[in-house]
């Protein structure tokens, strides 16, 4: 199947899945927003798209927080989860 930036997003969502499991953290750590964008941020850096910048502002999102979704996603492939995507 062809790999499209929709459904690379999709993939780099369940990435950070962990980031809102339950009894992973006494609350979720990250609002939704912010690991919606650092699903985005991933899949534009595996399709090597350009992003405007600055462009997580618009969704309240803080850069610093998608790095630490980013982080803890890329920690869960590297404990067994599915093929981590290239950075």
Not at 12 to 29: K, T
């Amino acid at each position: 199947p062809e790999v499209t930036p929709a459904s690379r997003v999709w993939d780099c969502r369940g990435a950070c899945r962990p980031a809102l499991a339950p009894g992973a953290y006494p609350a979720p750590r990250w609002h939704a927003q912010v690991i919606c964008c650092a699903a985005i941020w991933m899949a534009a850096r595996v399709l090597q798209l350009v992003l405007p910048p600055n462009w997580w502002e618009l969704f309240d999102a803080a850069k610093d927080d998608m790095d630490a979704v980013c982080e803890q996603a890329l920690t869960g492939f590297a404990l067994g989860s599915p093929a981590a995507p290239a950075l």
